[in-house]
């Protein structure tokens, strides 16, 4: 199968119009629901489900540790421009927390003409780690990694190793754990992290980009944050202005909240 479809909903009543997608382990509604409390006069937000969370599914109908779903740039173009076609949506902010960073920046990247504010909130796809590249882009190594995540016993006695040592944050620890807690979970981060090995960007490049089409660019960060900590952001931080780099006190699980709220005090008319 080589069409994508994703379930979204509609919040808020606003004049403008922003697509939002979440982080790991959630859906469109219960991660921007904040934004519409606090910014629903001002937006109408599509919050969309992304691969394998909520309604949405995946691309193939390969087995539940399938190498086949491969979101590629060219297939995420096609979706969205078709979405914008049916909604009848000719400009559109958008916004990205976590994981649903690599969404939101393959549409700006897609889109720059269109697009007239990113917001970003602790992304994924900023700063790609090494060890993600290698456990996705590999056939071998996505071998490892399909066994280590049916199996997590052995990752979890060297995450709570590293944890007591004081080698990773408690909270990072825990966050492992939550996220390979039931065999669902476990299908979903696989699948989850191996459709999304083509999505890959230079920052600075598709920065000049956003710059040149006059496109507002925030970055928010918590500063308790241990999944995405401001300083793994530092080659997007550097380059923003001051004002648009955006330190929260806050973790990394209600960063749209305090984000949302931080939008709806400074104002975005």
Known sequence: MNTLTLHYERLGQGPNILLAFHGAGQTGTSCFRPFAEHLGHYYTLYTFDLLFHGQSHGLSNGDDFSDDDVLTKVLWQKFIQDFLHAENITRFDVAGFSL????????????????????????????????????????????????????????????????????????LGYFVRYMLDTPEERKRLYRTWVSLRELSFSIQSLHKVLVARGIDVWLFVGSRDTVF???????????????????????????????AAYLNRVGLG
Do not use: C
Not at 234 to 239: D, H, P, V
């Open 229 to 259: 900590p401001p300083e793994r952001l530092r080659i997007l931080a550097k380059i923003l202005p001051p004002a648009r780099f955006v330190i929260l006190e806050s973790g990394h699980n209600h960063l749209t909240e305090r984000a």
């Open 100 to 171: 649903g960073g690599r969404y939101a920046l393959a549409t700006a990247e897609a889109f720059p003409e269109l697009v007239d504010r990113l917001l970003l909130m602790a992304p994924d796809g900023v700063v790609e780690h090494p060890l993600y590249a290698l456990a996705t882009r590999f056939a071998p190594a996505r071998w490892v990694f399909r066994q280590l995540v049916r199996n997590p016993k052995p990752l979890f006695v060297v995450v709570d190793l590293a944890r007591r040592l004081r080698i990773i944050p408690k909270n």
